[in-house]
């Protein structure tokens, strides 16, 4: 006789349950920074039953947006997808006050592997499995299977009304303050997670999708000529594009340590202090930097298909270098010489990893091998978080003690300040000697040196790390920026003119211009920024 066991299917949550289950979840652990920053606003004694529905429509909220990525994705894939988005960009939000939003993404996409690394600790690692992996594996295991695509439909769309019944009811109890919450503080809503980071990466994908017609390539339509002078010298101009730093922490600019010692003594130095930053990342402020377009009306795509500041000099007969120890060039410098420092096949300075004053290895056999005008442009590691101590030789390390971790957490705020410091005393001794070079040469060249950072940083104000917020409300830290001038003795530039002008407010908008009244080169495009950095003699007196 031959026996059959009937075993029992195992568990399964159907759709909805699945759904309310993760968003339960996520909304009790993926979103402590925005209930924080609720609570700095709406403190318990007095607003405990507003802060208890406004739990209720965020739970809400997540639980209609899960029902909507179900509707294309399953129940079980919608989980895994909101689980692991709900630990990583959680982590980031309570661990430095970062918002994940289009252009943080764009970000890390573009950044090197070596520097994203600095950010994968055993924090984040635990983050990810404890309130990502595991919560996916069982939420796979324990998932509905897939039953067709009517089935589907009509359970996830019963889902999302009813999600939204539950928003409608907990808004319609508060109105007034829901209405004071939305208009007010619209950035506290950017830290719902997954939310925000899930619909930034959409937005992300949606502006990367292939057009029906690729746009053809955009020339700013100017006619560019180098003017004709009596001079008998050239050119010889190296523009510097810092990483990381701010302004507040430059000593000349009033910070209370010393950490421009060695720019200190350089003579016919201008420091601007009143220069804000396009963006508040690498992958924004670079570009824009070198574009024709304002801040105002900036938009990366456009811009890295079409004509930008180097691309108009090399046009007019300018020699253009861009040598970079950083992730790349943004797409500045897809038109013009480009040479990799990242790796010891080219830098000499090389040991965890390279570093910004090999750049100069080489220069002068480059120099040499050129005649008319030169700008080289020398793109830094410089201050790139939150490894600091990363970024400097260990003899630079002169505030103690410094923070030796990219896990920040297991440093005091003090500590972390020490490394960043470090790594603009580096800076100082690195910009030191661009100035070297270029005084050697300034027998056969009118020579300067501009310094601009792309962007600022934080240092654990306000418990905000690192960079990247949203534009609209980053901290100053984020996004006042050191711009620096050396007018070497040769050049044209007026100093004295334009050291008039070292605490007027500008913005990245002037590099652009500045650029073009530097190597005296006409155009019909009309200045976009409000001021330049540098005057120029007059003619008579050159």
Known sequence: MKYQINRAPGFRLKSYQLLIVITLFLTATANLTFFTHVLEIYPWVGNAAFLCFLGLATFASLLFLAALFSLVLTARITAIVFLIAGAMSSYF????GTVIDVDMLRSVIETNPSESADLITVSLATRLLLAGILPAIIAWRFGPRYKGFTHSLLSNSATAVGALIMVAASISMFSSQYASFFREHKQVRYYISPAYPLYSALQLAA?????????PFQSLGALANILETPSAHSELVILVVGETARADHFSLNGYARNTNPELTKIDRLISYSQIQSCGTSTAISVPCMFSYSSHNSFDVERARNTENGLDLLQSAGVNILWRDNNSDSKGVADRVPFEDFRSPERNPVCGHEC???????????????????????LHQMGSHGPAYARRYPAEFEAFTPACQSGELSEC????????????ILYTDFFLSKVIAFLQSNA????TSMFYVSDHGESLGESGVYLHGMPYSFAPRAQTHVPVLAWIGETSDIDYEQSKLLKDAPNTHDAVFDTLLEIFELTSDLVPSAEAKLVMLKPEEDE
Not at 414 to 420: L, R, S, T
Not at 443 to 446: G, P, Q
């Open 355 to 377: 570093r910004d004053i090999g750049m100069l290895d080489g220069l002068q056999s480059y120099v040499d091998g050129r005649t008319g005008d030169i700008l080289i442009v």
């Open 207 to 215: 502006s990367s999708l292939p057009k029906s017609a690729p746009l």
């Open 93 to 96: 939000a309570d661990s430095f």
């Open 443 to 446: 027998n056969r060249y009118e």
């Open 412 to 423: 005091s705020q003090q500590e972390i300040i020490n490394a960043y410091d470090n790594t």
